[in-house]
């Protein structure tokens, strides 16, 4: 299925003024990736580093590419060149990882830290008391926007509701200045947005069941 964008249009008229739409492309072709494009489209979210690299490579250069996948730390410097985001930053050591990296490569790459808010065990990510070692920690060529989350998958929309919340909470408490939150995904971006998303991440409402 190719993009859609007359849900395209929709979405985006439904989200607030400060809320960014990152287009989840992962197992897309790039004629889909090309038809939101030529919408006016420009940020793409990718799972896997040798997907991205192959697209990257054959769609134009003013897309902003954000990871949002699990990102092993010997992938990393594959994607440095390019990436606009990195968002599922889960662990210190990954973190570091980027900083030398970006250090090797002279650039500073915008960052945000995954917390893990969702019931489930298989979900990546920063405890809520492990946030602040990364934020305080000094770094010369990463910048931490943010944060990024996963709700649990569960039809129980006061339970993501809930998750959402403390999400925002730490939000509100490492970032006061303001910054980035990344939560929200295409069953549960409404939700995500009244509890202060700033960033969603739409794949299957815009592109289609992945097949």
């Known amino acids: 299925m190719s993009a859609d ?15 960014r739409l990152v287009a ?17 489209h420009r940020d793409f979210g990718e799972n896997y580093v040798q997907e991205l690299l192959d697209k990257q490579s054959r ?4 897309i902003h590419w954000h990871f949002i996948g699990h990102l092993q730390s ?20 990954l973190l570091k990882e980027i900083e ?17 808010i969702a019931r489930e065990e298989t979900k990546f ?32 929309s006061s339970a993501v509701r809930s998750e959402f919340r ?4 730490l939000f509100d408490r490492w970032f006061p200045g303001g910054g980035i939150l990344s939560m929200g995904m295409s069953g549960d971006y409404k939700i995500a947005v009244e509890e202060g ?3 969603v991440r739409i794949g299957s409402l815009l592109f289609g069941e992945r097949g």
């Open 59 to 62: 769609l134009p250069a003013d």
């Open 74 to 93: 010997n992938k990393v410097k594959h994607i440095l060149s390019f990436v606009h985001l990195i968002q599922g930053v889960d662990s210190i050591r």
């Open 100 to 116: 030398r990296q970006a250090v090797r490569s002279g650039r500073t790459i915008d960052v945000l830290l995954q917390v893990h």
């Open 5 to 19: 964008t007359g849900v395209y249009r929709r979405i985006l008229s439904e989200l607030r003024e400060n809320v």
């Open 125 to 156: 990510g920063f405890g809520p008391d492990e946030i602040g070692e990364a934020t305080e920690g000094r770094w010369a060529a990463v910048r931490i926007r943010g944060l990024m989350g996963m709700a649990s998958n569960t039809p129980d």
């Open 166 to 169: 403390t999400l925002k909470g």
């Open 24 to 40: 989840v492309s992962k197992t897309k072709t790039a004629e889909d990736i090309l038809a939101l494009y030529a919408a006016g």
């Open 197 to 199: 998303s700033t960033m």
